[in-house]
């Protein structure tokens, strides 16, 4: 049975379209709670909230959760309260921010 911690871990293979950074470092992840055993709800955001990929991004989450062991159902939700700032990135992720020049 896949934890929060591991759902979360998985969704590091998933990079948002217009910076090369996955979806966790980025910080676009802000919740992952399992209410009942196997059963997921994610809350995510988007960059800004002028991001044409935000519906691409919610079926990748769809996707990576839903292989992982144990789950059987995921509940993706796009939110924009707190709106995304470089602050919401992981150390991770501001370093690879840095280093391709986008910090």
């Known amino acids: 049975m896949a934890t929060p911690d591991e759902v979360r871990e998985a969704m590091k293979e998933i990079f948002d379209p217009e910076i090369p950074i996955n979806i966790v470092d980025l910080g676009l992840i802000y919740k992952v709670e399992e ?31 839903a292989k ?6 995921v509940e993706v939700a796009q939110v924009f309260d707190p709106p995304w700032n470089k602050e919401k990135m992981t150390f991770e992720g501001k370093l690879q921010a840095s280093m391709m020049g986008f910090g």
């Not at 994610?42 to 991001?51: D, L």
Request: net charge neutral.
């Open 35 to 65: 209410p009942e055993p196997g059963k997921y709800k994610i809350e995510f955001t988007v960059t800004s909230p002028a991001c044409p990929v935000g519906d691409q991004i919610k079926a990748k989450i769809n996707e990576v959760v």
């Open 68 to 73: 992982q062991p144990g789950v059987t159902a």
